[in-house]
């Protein structure tokens, strides 16, 4: 299984991105997909989770600026950040695991997670 998080930038404060998460060895549709980020010297933190029967879920801090989001036809994932902050900066990575079950009380855990992407950064000016 290789996944791929693409779509990271450098941007103003305000503005939108829109990261995309797609797989190899494994079909997206059929999973859970969450995704994190990491800052530079913090912890990797969910950011949000979309289920593979559609719950979606967010950490606080991105609700009603952050929506995740599937395209079955392309087998891919979305998350589309709008109203970027400079705390919104760090590496971004879609996570999957095929086997156990990714639910509202776990999808938040990097440990939920065996497949990693290879992560994107964004960058997010004041």
């Known amino acids: 299984v290789q996944l791929q998080a693409s779509g990271g930038g450098s941007v103003q404060t305000e503005d939108s991105l829109r990261l995309s998460c797609g797989a190899s060895?494994?079909?997206?549709?059929?999973?859970?997909v969450g995704w994190f980020r990491q800052a530079p010297g913090k912890e990797r933190e969910g950011v949000s989770c979309?289920?593979?029967?559609?719950?979606?879920s967010y950490r606080d801090s991105v609700k009603g600026r952050f929506v995740v989001s599937r395209d079955a036809a392309k087998d891919t994932v979305y998350l589309q950040m709008n109203s970027l902050k400079p705390e919104d900066t760090a590496v971004y990575y879609c996570?999957?695991?095929?086997?156990?079950?990714?639910?509202?009380?776990?999808?938040?855990?990097?440990?939920?997670?065996?497949?990693w992407g290879q992560g994107t950064p964004v960058t997010v000016s004041s």
């Open positions: 996570a999957v695991d095929p086997i156990r079950n990714v639910d509202l009380r776990s999808w938040s855990r990097p440990d939920t997670y065996s497949y």
């Open positions: 060895g494994l079909i997206l549709n059929n999973v859970a």
């Open positions: 979309i289920g593979s029967n559609g719950f979606t």
